[in-house]
């Protein structure tokens, strides 16, 4: 089992940016890939970047050149630093973790950008 835990949402203006921070625990060795999504009211759960243990990363064309996923193995962290925010990144950040070919979610963030 692998539990995750966020931190870093809320309310920025356009232009704004803000980090997101995930930390994982329990059976994290196991663990063999990080990323985050998000999900706007209505609308499905959309992948917004991964990384991988290596070190591979890929993120949606959306938010290309505005945000960069990174991971700090040794915390156990993965981080999303959202910079350039517009309004249409509004939604809940969920973390997400493979673990076995099992995804884990963290409780989600909510990130609102509004002027």
């Known amino acids: 089992q692998v539990q995750l835990v966020e931190s870093g949402g809320g309310l920025v203006q356009p232009g704004g940016s803000l980090r997101l921070s995930c930390t994982a625990s329990?059976?994290?060795?196991?663990?063999?890939?990080m990323g985050w999504y998000r999900q706007a009211p209505g609308k499905q759960r959309d992948r917004v970047a991964i990384a991988t243990n290596g070190g591979a990363t890929n993120y949606a064309d959306s938010v290309k050149g505005r945000f960069t996923i990174s991971r700090d193995n040794a915390k156990n962290t993965v981080y999303l630093q959202m910079n350039d925010l517009k309004p249409e990144d509004t939604a809940v950040y969920y973390c997400?973790?493979?673990?076995?070919?099992?995804?884990?979610w963290g409780q989600g963030t909510q990130v609102t950008v509004s002027s």
């Open positions: 329990g059976s994290v060795s196991r663990i063999n890939l």
């Open positions: 997400n973790a493979q673990s076995q070919a099992r995804p884990y």
